[in-house]
């Protein structure tokens, strides 16, 4: 039974850094495409960052060049390194497999910054 655990999040002023964990077990994290997503209040969840099962990563271009993706595979982690931040980024943070199947999520993590 596939588990993901995210971590990480808080409250940041615009400009601050965090960085997001995301736990998985139940599946053979080495295999899979993994990613980040977010979801703001009353709006959809969207594709913020992914990397590949050899470290490839590709960003929403919203987030491009601040924030960083990374994976360690003997950890069965994912992690997401949040720089400069804006309060645009302020959202429930969750990770999945990126081809899915999506019929799983975490609680998610929420980072919230302030102007």
């Known amino acids: 039974q596939v588990q993901l655990v995210e971590s990480g999040g808080g409250l940041v002023q615009a400009g601050g850094s965090l960085r997001l964990s995301c736990a998985a077990s139940?599946?053979?994290?080495?295999?899979?495409?993994m990613a980040w997503y977010r979801q703001a209040p009353g709006k959809q969840r969207d594709l913020v960052a992914r990397i590949g099962s050899t470290g490839n990563s590709v960003y929403a271009d919203s987030v491009k060049g601040r924030f960083t993706i990374s994976r360690d595979n003997a950890k069965n982690t994912v992690y997401l390194l949040m720089n400069s931040l804006k309060p645009e980024d302020t959202a429930v943070y969750y990770c999945?497999?990126?081809?899915?199947?999506?019929?799983?999520w975490g609680q998610g993590t929420q980072v919230t910054v302030s102007s």
């Open positions: 139940g599946i053979t994290f080495s295999n899979y495409a």
């Open positions: 999945n497999r990126f081809a899915g199947p999506h019929d799983y």
